[in-house]
């Protein structure tokens, strides 16, 4: 039998290309050689995003953007947090095993509390209880889908041990392996796209390509990205070129090796170094966009698609709440 993975997905919208090269991407390969599972962290979302409107909108996003980049959901489990009743019921229960000590030692509580301080404003103050028991309903997530492996990032790792900790004191209070013990599958070299201005792509650097844009406005971002003032006669560096540097991302090496030696012949300005980026690039993009549109068009069916998904996962769902109540005493 397939290990089971599984990947929990913020619907925090507009996605970019530093996304889908850097997580969307590899979290679908991972369909390849897992029993995969792939979930709208919707209830997760709600504790930063208090504006209906838009996080409504973007949960709907971010299933295109998925569906869009080539999640099958006839070959995988995809669904929305919020339509697993067993998560919230299994989250309480795994709060009786939560040691409060364990969740005041959880980074992102603690830098909220430190920011606080900091500004010498109550340690408390703009902390809700979603944030401070975040790696609870993380642990249920995880642990409700008998997940074997859960791939995240450097930054998500203690969660995950904070699920097996919760998991391990609950095995060995029953004496059985009633849960299973996840692990985290750290992506070692995910690499991180670049921007617009070279540094991390990232929305909150505002140097973003997104992913779904129309060919327009893709055309005329790829334009802005930076460059220095060589002319056009002059040979380029197409290693130091943070044009060639995206390039790479939509093309082969033999491409690349070619597109490499026009810059180092010189007579390739910069304007014409971006086209072919944004050549390479729409290539690649236009049919997921495409795919991306029909599906925003059709919300509905995209809707169906997320129901047909919690109703492949409910049952193995209840099927763990159903173990843990028996040995609980609770059935
Ligand atoms: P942003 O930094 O734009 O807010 P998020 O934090 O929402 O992006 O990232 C969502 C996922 O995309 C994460 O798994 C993250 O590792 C990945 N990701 C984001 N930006 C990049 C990037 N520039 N390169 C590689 N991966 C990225
Ligand atoms: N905390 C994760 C993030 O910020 C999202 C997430 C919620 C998740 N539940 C999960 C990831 C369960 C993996 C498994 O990206």
């Not at 489990?77 to 919230?88: G, K």
């Not at 169906?304 to 049952?315: C, D, N, S, Y």
């Amino acid at each position: 039998m397939k290990e089971i993975s599984l990947t929990g997905i913020k619907p925090t919208g507009d996605l970019h290309i530093g996304n889908y090269f850097g997580a969307i991407k590899p979290a679908l390969e991972l369909a390849k050689t897992y029993d995969a599972r792939y979930f709208i962290a919707d209830y997760h979302a709600l504790n930063t995003m208090k504006n209906p409107v838009e996080l409504n909108s973007t949960i709907r996003q971010v299933a295109a953007g998925w569906l869009a980049a080539g999640l099958d959901p006839e070959k995988v489990i995809f669904y929305r947090q919020s339509s697993i009743p067993e998560v919230f019921e299994l989250t309480t229960m795994l709060m009786a095993f939560t040691s409060k000590g364990l969740m005041n030692r959880a980074h992102a509580y603690k830098a909220a509390v430190q920011e606080n301080n900091e500004r010498g404003t109550d340690p408390d103050a703009g902390i809700n209880m979603g944030l401070f028991t975040y790696p609870v309903l993380m642990a249920a997530d995880i642990i409700l889908f008998d997940s074997d492996v859960v791939p995240v990032g450097r930054d998500q790792v203690q969660h995950i041990e904070m699920a097996q900790d919760i998991a391990q004191a609950i095995n060995a209070n029953y004496g059985k392996p009633v849960l299973k013990i996840p692990r985290a599958g750290v992506q070692e070299y995910s690499a991180v796209v670049t921007g617009l201005d070279g540094r991390k792509m990232s929305k909150s650097y505002g140097n973003t390509i997104p992913l779904f844009a129309p060919e327009k406005t893709l055309r005329k971002t790829i334009m802005q990205v930076v460059t220095n003032s060589q002319a056009v006669e002059e040979p380029k560096d197409p290693d130091t070129s943070q044009i060639f540097l995206l390039y790479k991302l939509f093309s082969d090496a033999e491409e690349q090796a070619a597109l490499a030696a026009r810059y180092r012949a010189g007579g390739m300005g910069w304007g014409e170094a971006k086209e072919e980026l944004f050549r390479a690039a729409n290539r690649e993009l236009a049919p997921m966009r495409e795919r991306y549109d029909a599906i925003m068009a059709d919300i509905p069916a995209l809707d169906k698609i997320l129901e047909q998904g919690a109703e492949k996962a409910r049952p193995i769902a209840a099927a763990t709440v159903n173990r843990f109540r028996k040995a609980a005493g609770i059935d």
